[in-house]
């Protein structure tokens, strides 16, 4: 299919995913042109990505995560943010790295919801993932009010007195919390891809909401199954990002071409 006949055929690097190396491709990403970054890189647990990018070792590992660190950083803006996915393993050295380049804003638990059958029986059962939340200066864009929880009726209701009438934060809804309890996309899920660590929309649209303005620019330097571009598209921001499997770059071009024409724009997967 070519460009031309491609209805999600874009222009430049916006709008698209690129099929290669993050570490190449960032090149191309203008320097302070990015609103928020998210990555949710290998976790180094050998997992099959149709690649090696999962096998590296421990040394070898924080290496390459310090070189795609240093590469992306410089592509935020002066008041952008970065969501990191991680596991224990890596996180306590990640976050030193990033500490020492950003301002830590949280340490967010995603609870994954998973149900309690077998486990290890020499350590406690894993059941969440890590996510740090690092912004690059003190000015960094949060939209509160776009991701609050609504409170139930009757707990508004139980807030009638009248120092409670016509609160905002009663009216709009409370400030989620950093342990989010999401369930992990399981074989049945009908959002689920084939893809092993696919993330649920439900998270990320939290992220783009909160930390990326309308019509900014969200980039994911691993893009996985794609669902940072679906929904910073179903959110109303920009996106670029990068994509080592063909197979995957396929499943991503047919995600963001099953959304509904409202949310599409002129985009293209590209190898």
């Known amino acids: 299919m070519t460009a031309a006949s491609d209805p999600l055929a874009g222009e430049g690097w916006l709008d698209r995913v690129h099929c290669e190396d993050a570490l190449q491709g960032l090149q191309r990403i203008p320097d302070g042109s990015i609103d928020l970054l998210i990555a949710d890189p290998p976790y180094g647990l050998g997992k099959d990505y ?9 040394v070898e ?3 390459w995560t ?3 660190i240093d590469a992306a950083l410089p592509k935020l803006k002066a008041n952008g943010s970065l969501y990191i996915f991680l596991t224990w393993r890596y996180s306590p050295e990640i976050f030193v790295m ?9 340490e967010i638990v995603w609870d994954r919801r998973v149900p309690s059958m077998g486990g290890s029986t020499r350590r406690y059962s894993s059941v969440h993932d890590t996510i740090g939340f690092f912004a690059a200066a003190r000015d960094y864009f949060f939209d509160l009010d776009a991701i609050r929880i609504p409170y139930d009726e009757q707990t508004k209701k139980a807030r009638s007195r009248a120092i409670f009438v016509g609160a905002k934060w009663l ?3 409370y400030n989620p919390k950093d342990v989010w309890s999401v369930s992990r996309l399981h074989r049945e899920h009908k959002e689920r891809a084939d893809h092993p660590t696919q993330k649920p929309l439900e998270i990320v649209e939290r992220m783009v909401k909160a930390s990326c303005p309308p019509g900014g ?7 996985g199954s794609g669902t940072t571009a679906v929904a910073a598209r179903r959110c109303g921001r920009r996106f670029a990002g990068f994509e080592l499997n063909p197979d995957y770059c396929e499943l991503i071009r047919q995600r963001l071409a099953a959304l509904a024409p409202s949310n599409q724009q002129d985009e293209q997967v590209t190898g």
């Open 50 to 58: 149709g690649n090696d990018s999962d096998k590296l070792d421990t």
């Open 61 to 63: 590992y924080l290496r």
């Open 66 to 68: 310090e070189q795609w």
């Open 98 to 106: 990033l500490k020492q380049r950003m301002t830590m804003i949280n």
């Open 171 to 173: 009216e709009m809804g």
């Open 217 to 223: 620019v969200v980039l994911d330097p691993f893009m």
